[in-house]
Structure formats: structure tokens, C-alpha cells
């Protein structure tokens, strides 16, 4: 396999890989995504995500706090995991016809500093669906998937407990 097959291979995991993978400058200016993370920014490619900020995604409300938590991950060389309610739109085509649907959904997110081979700090995120669907009807999924934090320093370990 050459590099640039490695690199294409490499892109395309974290394109693909499941749950909403970013990551941001030091100055939390969005520089990358996975196609999850796009969809739940409302957003439809990476080109449009590069260069915003919280401030300009549907968070907007919550954009101070998680800048606060970009600055201790930084700073401090935090891993920081939490709980935010975001709207998720989901287009779904059924015979021809697309329906709209926006779930409110909790995002369990954990962030960590990355040093790249530069010196350069990055942040790097990477969220799970933390709690079940809610609808606008009311119902639930019960699909959910729960994770423990072994640690509060950068060498944290996740495990997956159960599957609800």
C-alpha cells in the first residue's frame, strides 16, 4: 500500500467511524469533523464546517460553556466528558416523500488536547448519542449505550458497560 492509499484509507475511517468525531484550533475555530458530527451541525461538508466556531452551529446557546471547556483542556491538559442537549435534524425518504424530523437528543462529549508533531495544541472531541431519543411525540429508543470514566487525568480509559 503507498502513503497516499494509507492517507485516503485513514480519511476515510474517521469520515465513516461511528459517533460525532471534531476537532478545533487553540483557539476553538472548528478545523475537521466526521460526516456524524456534520449531520448533527447541520451541515453538509467539512468545507462548511472549517473555520466556525459554537457560536455559529445550533449549540449557539451553550457555545460559552464548551469554549470554558476547550480552555481547561488546553490549559490544563484536561479530559473533559459532558452532557449537552442538542437538536438533531433527520431527513428520512419513505416513498418518494422526505420527512423531517427534529430529536432532541444528550450527547455525552469528551474532549482531550492533542500535541501535533509541530508543537501545535489541538482539541479534539469525539461525542456519543448518551441518552435515549426523545420524539417529538414523546417516545423513546431505548438503544443506549453507557460508559465509565476510569480517571479525570489524560490517560483516562472508556469502557463500554452495557448495552440497554
Known sequence: ????????????????????????????VYRGGNINFMKIAQLNSIDELIGKTDHELPWKEQADEFIIDDKKVLMQNLIIESNTNVPYV?????????????????ITTIKKRLTLPSGEFII????????????????????NYKFVRHSTTCDSKFMMVEEL
Open 1 to 28: 500500500m503507498t502513503r497516499q492509499n494509507e492517507l485516503d484509507v485513514l480519511k476515510t475511517i474517521i469520515y465513516e467511524l461511528p459517533g460525532f468525531l471534531y476537532w478545533k484550533d487553540c483557539n476553538s
Open 90 to 106: 433527520d431527513n428520512i425518504s419513505i416513498s418518494n416523500n422526505d420527512i423531517v424530523t427534529t430529536l432532541n437528543i444528550t
Open 124 to 143: 479534539l472531541g469525539f461525542a456519543l448519542d448518551g441518552s435515549c431519543n426523545i420524539y417529538p411525540d414523546g417516545t423513546t429508543d431505548d438503544t
